[in-house]
């Protein structure tokens, strides 16, 4: 059964960069079928697609996040990362890594990590 | 970007009611729609795709329809353990977003 599991850093400072990781087990993330990426949950803001990315390298982005966002695959651990810099408050929110499916519009996310809250502050 | 619309925000049922969802797209998206089931505490889960595919392991008290701009999901026969926010997405386009949700409470 695929699961997925974020870590990193619970607290950040304004103005510093986050970096998280999505370890996967159960599965590859070198399976050419799937995309591997992020969602941000805020009470503001919701649920926010951040962006996904193939074991390829190719990547795409929110464009209302793209400009501070990069998301890579690391095939030999088996995992994929999130850096989102130039942080502010309204960054705070539970971040889920998740799987996307790669063929045509079956853009749905499943299965998702439990999630990890981020709050930014000083 | 696609905004997402979801009614009602909240809705209070009984054990044994429907209830019933909709969301609204701000642009066609054909088929391309999502519904997703999240508990307190826990991530989002993936209940149907495709306006009206049930992810494996999903009750069949749980249906989705529609097309192009106006969707439905139906809970048929309202469990406990159904009490959860439920999110729509829509998958036409990107960037992917989400409807703002909708909690559905026990009474």
């Known amino acids: 059964q695929l699961q997925l599991q974020e870590s990193g850093p619970g607290l950040v400072k304004p103005s510093e960069t986050l970096s998280l990781t999505c370890s996967v087990s159960?599965?590859?993330?070198?399976?050419?079928?799937?995309?591997w990426g992020w969602i941000r949950q805020s009470p503001g803001k919701g649920l926010e697609w951040i962006g996904s990315v193939h074991f390829s390298g190719n990547a795409y982005y929110n464009p209302s996040l793209k400009s501070r966002v990069t998301i890579s695959a690391d095939t030999p651990k088996n995992q994929f990362s999130l850096r989102l810099s130039s942080l502010t408050a309204a960054d705070t929110a539970v971040y889920y890594c998740?799987?996307?499916?790669?063929?045509?519009?079956?853009?749905?996310?499943?299965?998702w990590g439990q999630g990890t809250l981020v709050t930014v502050s000083s | 970007d696609i905004q997402m619309t979801q009614s009602p925000s909240s809705v209070s049922a009984s054990v044994g009611d429907r209830v019933t969802i909709t969301c609204r797209a701000s642009q066609v998206i054909s088929t391309w729609l999502a519904w997703y089931q999240q508990k307190p505490g826990k991530a989002p889960k993936l209940l149907i795709y495709?306006?009206?595919s049930l992810q494996r392991g999903v009750p069949s008290r749980f249906s989705g329809s529609g097309s192009g701009t106006e969707f439905t999901l139906t809970i048929n026969s309202l469990q406990p353990e159904d009490l959860a926010t439920y999110y729509c997405?829509?998958?036409?386009?990107?960037?992917?977003?989400f409807g703002p949700g909708t909690k559905v409470d026990i009474k």
């Open positions: 998740a799987r996307r499916d790669s063929s045509g519009n079956n853009n749905w996310f499943d299965p």
């Open positions: 159960g599965g590859s993330i070198s399976n050419s079928n799937y995309y």
């Open positions: 495709a306006v009206s």
């Open positions: 997405q829509q998958a036409n386009s990107f960037p992917f977003t």
